[in-house]
């Protein structure tokens, strides 16, 4: 069994639509958990971080994190084409010396 | 925010030289840096982190003298590809973590086509 379950897609939606990405995870250390966004051929821009469970939200994206199930989500609101990317979760347990630990990634389409 | 600054972008070599290819952090110092390989719709998978002042730590199955690395300073970080052959052509990634409460920031990437 991985560390993390990310179901990789592809996922297409509608513009407009309410996307919900989500991961599980096995290891109850991991204390910090983020999502980048990367398009083909770039590096990955973070988009969300969030410190232990609850929610946090920044413009149409909200994070969500819930310890006692160990699953975490990805919300986003009014989707656009410039949307379209993979979406990676990762986690990790302490410093800025501790490793991320990734999903596998979920491909994202958005459609006109 | 912080910024990683990754180059080149791409490159192709010819089998059997080498590849040096740098990652900067350029408003924050980087005690640890870690760098990852990528193959097309895959996700990341870390090859090794790297550690200022010291040897770096490899993942395994990482051959680390096919894979060199050093952190000369708290801002730079390269990575060479020793006698790169067609099966070393891949995506690579560094990325670095400027504080606890920020999340990871990676580099551009860099792709290296082996001929």
């Known amino acids: 069994q991985k560390e993390v379950e990310q179901d990789p897609g592809p996922l297409s939606v509608p513009e407009g639509a309410i996307v919900s990405l989500n991961c599980t995870y096995s290891n109850s250390a991991f204390q910090y958990f983020m999502w980048y966004r990367q398009y083909s051929r770039k590096g990955p821009e973070l988009l969300m971080y969030t410190y232990s469970s609850g929610n946090k939200e920044d413009g149409r994206f909200t994070a969500q994190v819930d310890k006692s199930s160990k699953y975490i989500s990805l919300f986003i609101r009014d989707s656009q084409p410039s949307d379209s990317a993979t979406y990676l979760c990762?986690?990790?347990?302490?410093?800025?010396?501790?490793?991320?630990?990734f999903g596998t990634g979920t491909r994202l389409q958005v459609t006109l | 925010g912080a910024v990683v600054s990754q180059h080149p972008s791409w490159v192709i070599c010819k089998s059997g030289t080498s590849v040096k290819i740098e990652c900067r952090s350029l408003?924050?110092?980087?005690?640890?840096m870690f760098w990852y390989r990528q193959f097309p719709k895959q996700s990341l998978m870390l090859m090794a982190t790297s550690n200022e002042g010291s040897k770096a730590t490899y993942e395994q199955g990482v051959e680390k003298d096919k894979f060199l690395i050093n952190h000369a300073s708290l801002t730079l970080s390269t990575l060479t590809v020793t006698s790169a052959h067609p099966e070393d052509s891949s995506f690579y990634i560094c990325?670095?973590?400027?504080?606890?409460?920020?999340?990871?920031?990676f580099g551009s990437g860099t792709r290296l086509t082996v001929v």
């Open positions: 990762a986690m990790s347990g302490g410093g800025t010396a501790s490793k991320l630990t």
């Open positions: 990325s670095a973590r400027a504080e606890v409460n920020y999340g990871y920031t």
């Open positions: 408003d924050f110092q980087a005690t640890t």
